[in-house]
């Protein structure tokens, strides 16, 4: 079955420290890959995405993204984190084949910034 | 250039009862998702609207059912509520064709069943 795994549920980060988010994915093919974030009672915003191409991926607010085939893995990572950065982080495939467009999501992680 | 409206923002329903959820979506797109998330859950799928059809639907019932208008607009229904219909539902607009063409999400409407 398909399915999108973010093994962290909880991450505690130091002001300034860097950051990794893990994600894996099982899927038959390379899927299209999505790190949305999301604030308290907020929707979700994008902050990268992977279609083809580099595996290697900037987005936006400083964060980075590496695909890695072979790992089935697509981490999310930010080099110097900020206090605004604590909010909950998710990671989503769509399938190749769909013309539709429909996003699974992981479980999320939840990210906690002290000073 | 106003993003994805959803109205309205928080409601309260008691078990049994229907209701309704709107979308706006944002200008230029045609094709609108609805999403539930339950807390503490990443969203979920539940069907996506286009040309006023649905075209895809996630794992729920039938008490879920929707409608997209002419002006590409959405509502999403809820019958005979349950406690755990209890959630964050998110609609998401985007252009016809595929994930790649990238999705804008509403701040979502928070629904308590009690």
């Known amino acids: 079955a398909q399915s999108v795994t973010q093994p962290d549920i909880h991450i505690t980060v130091s002001e300034g420290a860097s950051l990794e988010l893990r994600c894996n994915y099982s899927?038959?093919?390379?899927?299209?890959l999505f790190w949305y974030v999301q604030s308290p009672g907020q929707g979700l915003q994008l902050l990268l995405k992977?279609?083809?191409?580099?595996?290697l991926v900037q987005g936006i607010k400083g964060f980075e993204a590496e695909f890695k085939r072979s790992q089935s893995s697509f981490n999310l990572r930010k080099p110097s984190v900020h206090w605004s950065d604590a909010a909950e982080y998710f990671c989503?495939?769509?399938?190749?084949?769909?013309?539709?467009?429909?996003?699974?999501f992981g479980a999320g992680t939840q990210v906690v910034v002290t000073p | 250039d106003a993003g994805v409206t959803q109205s309205p923002t928080h409601l309260i329903k008691t078990r049994g009862q229907q209701v309704t959820l709107r979308c706006s979506p944002k200008?230029?797109?045609?094709?609108v998702s609805w999403y539930q998330q339950a807390l503490g859950q990443g969203p979920q799928f539940i069907f996506q609207?286009?040309?006023?059809?649905?075209?895809q639907r996630g794992n729920f019932p039938d008490r879920f059912s929707g409608h997209q208008f002419p002006n590409y607009s959405s509502e999403l229904n809820v019958n005979a509520l349950l406690l755990g219909d209890s959630a964050l539902y998110l609609c998401?607009?985007?252009?016809?064709?595929?994930?790649?063409?990238?999705?804008?999400f509403g701040s979502g409407t928070r629904l308590t069943v009690v």
């Open positions: 998401a607009s985007s252009l016809a064709g595929g994930p790649n063409y990238g999705y804008t």
């Open positions: 899927y038959g093919a390379t899927p299209y």
């Open positions: 992977y279609f083809s191409g580099d595996t």
């Open positions: 989503a495939v769509g399938m190749t084949t769909d013309s539709w467009g429909k996003l699974q």
């Open positions: 200008s230029g797109h045609d094709t």
């Open positions: 609207y286009y040309e006023e059809e649905e075209r």
